[in-house]
């Protein structure tokens, strides 16, 4: 994949993009859009200058109608900040969801010990025709010193899906 991507031009011209796809990019397609959406979201968090409106809406000029939330006895400069630290944590839960995603590798941490993958041979009756062949089916030859902790890494999963449920119901409010 190559993406080129330039500056906005003053006066009437389009902005200049070049996106190339190539047949492999869409075989692990999550992964590959990870490696650019990902870039974009740090640097949002970095240099954003505004929140998403449903984040701050509750601020207006009559603060006693903000006293719905329980930290509203400050001054209304400290209630905006509070409220713009939801958005922070919001992008910083799409941030991690993308960085596992980058690293591809965050599942190893859930298998302990060595897998030892061998193949044994089977027979396989087909119902249709009667007959019976030959197959392999792959087995753990080591399940003593093998465990996976399938518990932790749904976990890590639910966690990752959170962070992409986010920026599905955020995408138009990524912008600064």
């Known amino acids: 994949m190559k993406v080129n991507i330039r500056n ?5 011209k389009e902005r200049k993009m070049e996106v190339s796809i190539e047949r492999w990019d869409t075989y692990s397609m999550d992964h590959t859009a990870a490696l650019v959406i990902l ?20 601020i207006g000029g009559d603060l006693d109608n903000n006293y719905c939330f329980d930290f509203v006895n400050d001054d209304e400069s400290n209630v905006f900040d509070q409220l713009c630290g939801k958005w922070e944590e ?9 960085q596992q995603i980058v690293d591809d590798s965050y599942d190893s941490k859930y298998h302990h010990g060595r897998m030892k993958l061998g193949w044994k041979p089977i027979e396989i009756n087909n119902p249709t025709t009667g007959t019976v062949s030959n197959a392999y089916e792959m087995v753990d030859e080591n399940p003593g010193e093998h465990w996976y902790d399938h ?14 449920e986010l920026f599905g119901k955020y ?5 600064d």
């Open 8 to 12: 906005f031009n003053k006066g009437p």
């Open 39 to 58: 870039p974009l979201l740090l640097q949002l968090r970095q240099s954003k200058h505004g929140v998403p409106n449903e984040f701050v809406h509750h």
């Open 90 to 98: 919001t992008l910083d839960k799409m941030i991690w969801s993308f």
């Open 151 to 164: 518990v932790g890494h749904a976990l890590h999963e639910d966690r990752i899906q959170e962070g992409l």
């Open 171 to 175: 995408y138009r409010n990524l912008w």
